[in-house]
């Protein structure tokens, strides 16, 4: 594996779960694969999951971690070929990441989007441009509009929890106070959909009218805007808020209550509860849930040590 950006860089989404809860039953088995070899992390935005659980893989492989805070510590990148750098910005990301990809065996990018404009955000931009001058194997953090670490993450924490062959997993809109990216929901509904196809999941996505997701990640879903309906026998409700895809980056009063609650899961199948987090309590997300039974979002995030080890034990597995 070169590069792990979305779903497609997967092919049995049942032999990577399987590997993953392998690597979760064993941690510290591959160690040599890691050793003098370097994963460099590079944020351009916040983070807490990402950060440690990716160190944390890395660290059982027993690699090297160099972690930059571009946002905070480095110097202020320009994106755009053709342009004078007379202005703001001080180092263009073509000399920034070769330079970065002679440090690092291994790179982690996570950039979010500007949420301005859908184009130059759907376009992965900045993280094709990462990726063609570091010269090195790249493993998304995020980017604008996917989150595959979270993603996989959450096909393995379904795997882990549920009690039946094929559940159904409904992806529940939540509101919110500001407007966020489609990246999380983008990739848990094409990773879902591609679950589905695979035979491992019934999936379903509920989201009030205006926050349609872009049609490329929810080929094969049922799509409602009754989430009372949509949550009738769910085994899992994914619990997400995201801004508007087609009046890019709004944000609409939705007068109907969306916030997920005893009420609600009163009507699934007993169903288990995630959230990628951080959530906000009471807001998108009750904290009697929250605090109950019925929440996985502790277990989820555990997870994604297994998630970025999987994947960073491939690419090692691929190094010269
Ligand atoms: N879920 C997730 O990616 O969390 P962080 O933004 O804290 O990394």
Known sequence: MNKFFSVADIDDLSKVV?????????????????????????????????????????????M??????????????????????????????????????????????????????????????????????????????????????????????????????????????APHVKALPQAVPNSFAEWMCKAQQQGLVDFTIAHPMGYDLCEDFTKGATISDDLSDSLKGADFVYVKNWSSYVEYGQVHPVAQNWMMDNAKLALTNNAKVMHCLPVRRDLELSSEILDGPNSLVIKEASNRVWAAQVVLKRMLENLK
């Open 64 to 173: 090297n971690v160099m972690v930059m805070n571009m946002d905070k510590d480095g110097w202020a990148l320009e994106t755009q070929d053709g342009v004078v750098m007379n202005g703001t910005t001080v180092e263009h990301i073509r000399e920034a990441a070769a330079v970065m990809g002679e440090y690092c065996d291994i790179l982690g990018l996570r950039s979010f989007p500007g949420l301005k404009d859908r184009e130059t955000d759907y376009n992965e931009d900045l993280f094709n441009k990462f990726v063609k001058f570091c010269g090195v194997p790249v493993v998304s953090l995020e980017s604008a509009t996917r989150h595959p670490l979270q993603s996989l993450t959450d096909l393995i924490t379904i795997a882990e929890h549920k009690e039946v062959d094929k559940p159904k997993v409904v992806l529940a809109w």
């Open 18 to 62: 399987q590997d993953a809860l392998a690597l979760k039953a064993s941690p510290y088995e591959n160690k040599a694969l890691g050793e003098n070899r370097t994963l460099g992390l590079v944020f351009l935005n916040p983070s807490l999951r990402t950060r440690m659980s990716t160190q944390k893989a890395a660290m059982n492989l027993g």
